[in-house]
């Protein structure tokens, strides 16, 4: 009886610990900003206004995860399909008031893969979507004329698999955009591999050949 009691232990503690590291960003790798600043993960902050939060150098936190849509959630160039199990995450670089800034091809790698972006100039998709997949804790701008990426600015961005690479350019206020993953990848760490990513002891093996 006091095996199968541990083993009801086990398997919870281990069903938790899932829970724990559901999918998330892994690492962040590229060049400093035109700031001589280099981009970081974070925890959710209070705000992502740009008259509240301030940084020199793109910024990316994890937001809802493991959301099952409901309906299709419309994204740059498609939809993702209803009763997909996704995990949201925000990439923004709001620089300091007269702090003119350009970070250029900044790779952001996810436990799981890229499912789509919502980066509109204008940022309808994200501002439908901040109820759904923002941070409850966080608060948002909402609609911007630019809170989006502007492309005639070089603003860029393009994915493989779990990772996307984003260029932004801000001269004033701020850009922000929102990336979906697929849910149910575990944030396991197994050391950096040979382009200076984190990723889960899988990839490390496929990554050897084992």
């Known amino acids: 009886m006091r095996y199968f009691g541990w ?14 590291l559901h999918a998330a960003i892994l690492a962040v790798d590229g060049p400093p900003s035109s700031r001589g ?3 970081v993960i ?14 020199d150098a793109m910024r990316g936190f994890d937001e809802r995860q493991g ?11 498609g939809a993702i399909a209803a009763g997909t199990a996704v995990d949201s995450h ?4 709001s620089p300091y008031p007269d702090h003119p800034t350009r970070h250029v091809a900044v790779s952001w790698r996810f436990s799981g893969p890229v499912l789509g972006v919502m980066s509109d100039t ?23 004329a630019f809170r989006g990426m502007e492309r005639r600015l ?12 984003v260029t932004m350019t801000v001269p004033q206020l701020g ?16 050391g950096k591999d040979d382009n200076g990513f984190y990723g889960t002891e899988a990839d490390a093996q496929r990554r050897r050949g084992n």
């Open 7 to 20: 083993l009801i232990v086990g398997l919870l503690a281990c069903h938790l610990t899932a829970e724990v």
């Open 154 to 165: 070089g603003d860029d961005y393009h994915s493989v698999a779990e990772t996307i690479t």
């Open 90 to 93: 925000l990439i923004f670089l």
């Open 37 to 39: 600043e280099t981009a």
């Open 42 to 55: 974070i925890a959710a902050p209070a705000s992502v206004h740009d008259d509240a939060f301030f940084a």
């Open 122 to 144: 204008h940022c309808e998709l994200q501002m439908q979507s901040d109820a759904l997949l923002g941070n409850p804790g966080t608060r948002y701008p909402g609609r911007s």
């Open 67 to 77: 959301v099952v849509l409901q309906k299709r959630l419309v994204v740059d160039g």
């Open 175 to 190: 850009d922000w955009i929102r990336v979906i993953t697929a849910a149910g990848y575990p944030a396991a760490y197994s």
